[in-house]
């Protein structure tokens, strides 16, 4: 499969918009917006970010993109999650920081880690992340599905998180592939019964919501719920990626990581080329990345999936 100069547009917007999402709620993180506040990608915020820098969700993802790049697999996402950690980054969930502190030496040492932890395991960590894995396996819908719920499980074992991210990655891949949000609906129509009578209903709700109505973001199903309803609820064109990005910050709470969320499938349905150049110019974070490294590594993971 050859990709064409539109479907590597999409590729190259899907880190991009993952990245631009995250560092436009950075700054808001935990409050709540007025409609009197002005959206921008500020900085500042609970962690003090500088303006356009990324944080823990870009940053995992990109642990992700460069492991599945270079071809390591799992021990390869696993070992740069350790070295990600070994940074001491200002802002890590508290499942993941548990989880990763242990400092496993492989990614299925990891994963039983991650399972053996008690409580409530169904944070957004792993979904804010999950936007790479959809370039790495364009060519197999299949094999994305299954990428998808083991790189889940490396820090986040409940069901429900595994299940978020096949649902958003098959939106993803289809979006670079056909330039559409169908992609999610397909993947539900295709699931098990079960998945789909737990899913189905939970995306009509934010369809027929808005973003704020989904209040406990920090919770997997929430944040999807709440990127899904921004982009349902935001005009169809090539506006709706900073309007429906602005969306997930008014709605308040975990603003980086829903935005960051929606910003993975937005990027992915509009492409590169319509991210605000002020945006990209300033977009920053580790491991040292920029704009332009992003769109490079996401182009570089579609295509080795199309070859």
């Not at 460069?66 to 999650?81: C, I, K, P």
């Not at 002020?278 to 990345?289: D, F, K, N, S, V």
Request: hydrophobic share 40%.
């Amino acid at each position: 499969m050859k990709l064409t100069d539109e479907q590597k547009n999409r590729a190259e917007g899907v880190l991009l918009g993952t990245a631009a999402g995250d560092a436009l709620g950075a700054g808001y993180e935990f409050g709540y917006p007025t409609p009197e506040t002005v959206i921008d990608m500020i900085g500042g915020g609970t962690f003090d970010w500088a303006p356009g820098e990324w944080t823990d969700d870009t940053s995992m993802a990109l642990c992700i993109a460069e492991a599945l790049a270079e071809g390591r697999g799992l021990d390869g996402v696993a070992a740069n999650f350790v070295a990600w950690i070994d940074t001491n980054p200002a802002d890590v969930g508290i499942q993941t920081r548990t989880v990763l502190s242990r400092r496993s030496r492989s990614a299925a040492e990891m994963t039983a880690v991650a399972a053996g932890l008690s409580g409530r395991t169904g944070g957004n960590g792993s979904l804010m992340r999950t936007a790479p894995v959809a370039l790495a396996h364009l060519d197999d819908s299949d094999q994305l599905s299954a990428a998808a719920a083991q790189i889940s499980a490396l820090t986040h074992s409940d069901p429900q998180a595994g299940e978020a991210c096949q649902i958003w990655s098959a939106g993803i891949r289809h979006a670079v592939l056909h330039g559409t949000y169908d992609g999610i609906s397909l993947y539900l129509d295709a699931a098990e019964p079960s998945m789909r009578d737990t899913w189905a209903p939970l995306l009509d709700a934010a369809e027929k919501g808005r973003p704020s109505d989904f209040d406990r973001n920090g919770w997997v199903v929430h944040a999807l719920q709440t990127a899904w309803s921004a982009i349902t609820t935001t005009q169809e064109n090539e506006d709706q990626l900073t309007a429906a990005l602005e969306a997930c910050v008014r709605a308040g709470g975990d603003t980086d990581t829903t935005a960051a969320i929606a910003g993975g499938l937005l990027g992915a349905r509009w492409g590169a080329s319509v991210i605000p150049e002020a945006w990209t110019a300033i977009l920053h974070g580790y491991p040292g990345r920029r704009a332009a490294d992003l769109a490079d590594l996401g182009r570089r993971l579609a295509e080795g999936a199309a070859a």
